[in-house]
T-cell receptor
Framework: GAVVSQHPSWVICKSGTSVKIECRSL??????MFWYRQFPKQSLMLMAT?????????EQGVEKDKFLINHASLTLSTLTVTSAHPEDSSFYIC?????????????FGPGTRLTVL | GQQLNQSPQSMFIQEGEDVSMNCTSS?????WLWYKQDPGEGPVLLIA?????ELTSNGRLTAQFGITRKDSFLNISASIPSDVGIYFC????????????????FGQGTTLQVKP
């Protein structure tokens, strides 16, 4: 149980283009989803928190117009990196949290490696 | 802001040895979690701790929630090559079942390498 998937697992794009990353909870309903980015040899940095049907809450320093988050259903959240630049290259990981004793914890997806040329 | 100090930063051990790592904070947490991250993958939840003093095992892994609620440790017994990876502690101030509305604060990670 508590399986979270991400798609794509890796993506290479040209500078200036937009990239969409999907995060799905496969066997539970995620009332809250989180988006993190991770640079090599570093810890996870929370970018934003989203509740289904509500606007995402962004962490300080994260541009909401650049990192668009949509949590349209209880099993799907998307992160769109708009007008990507090389400095946006990173490992993006989503996390989902459901309800009930077992699923009321953060379970992570496998991550998406974004490389911007 | 809240910070977690995780140590050691890295460990290189022989297969079969026991491993211990810990996290400390100046703040009180009501939830402690331990995750393992393999290269190129997302973190996988190993153990969740919700009560001060709680000692929980998951196979060869044992973790404890410090009585002061400001620390936690993770032990791995009889290490094997597949234990290689980065281990993260994470703390949260909200209690389990209260909606877990708090954010997770992550430690810097402990990189474990096991020599066969």
């Amino acid at each position: 149980g508590a399986v979270v998937s991400q798609h794509p697992s890796w993506v290479i794009c040209k500078s200036g283009t937009s990239v969409k990353i999907e995060c799905r909870s496969l066997d539970f309903q995620a009332t809250t989803m989180f988006w993190y980015r991770q640079f090599p040899k570093q810890s996870l940095m929370l970018m934003a928190t989203s509740n289904e049907g509500s606007k995402a809450t962004y962490e300080q320093g994260v541009e909401k117009d650049k990192f668009l988050i949509n949590h349209a259903s209880l099993t799907l959240s998307t992160l769109t990196v708009t007008s990507a630049h090389p400095e946006d290259s990173s490992f993006y990981i989503c996390s989902a949290r459901g309800s009930g004793y077992i699923y009321n914890e953060q379970f992570f997806g496998p991550g998406t490696r974004l490389t911007v040329l | 802001g809240q910070q977690l100090n995780q140590s050691p930063q890295s460990m290189f051990i022989q297969e079969g040895e026991d491993v211990s790592m810990n996290c400390t904070s100046s703040s009180i947490f009501n939830t402690w979690l331990w995750y393992k991250q393999d290269p190129g993958e997302g973190p996988v939840l190993l153990i969740a701790l919700y009560k001060a003093g709680e000692l929980t095992s998951n196979g060869r892994l044992t973790a404890q929630f410090g009585i002061t609620r400001k620390d936690s440790f993770l032990n791995i017994s009889a290490s094997i090559p597949s234990d290689v990876g980065i281990y993260f502690c994470a703390g949260r101030t909200s209690t389990h079942g209260s909606g877990n509305t708090g954010k997770l604060i992550f430690g810097q990670g402990t990189t474990l390498q096991v020599k066969p």
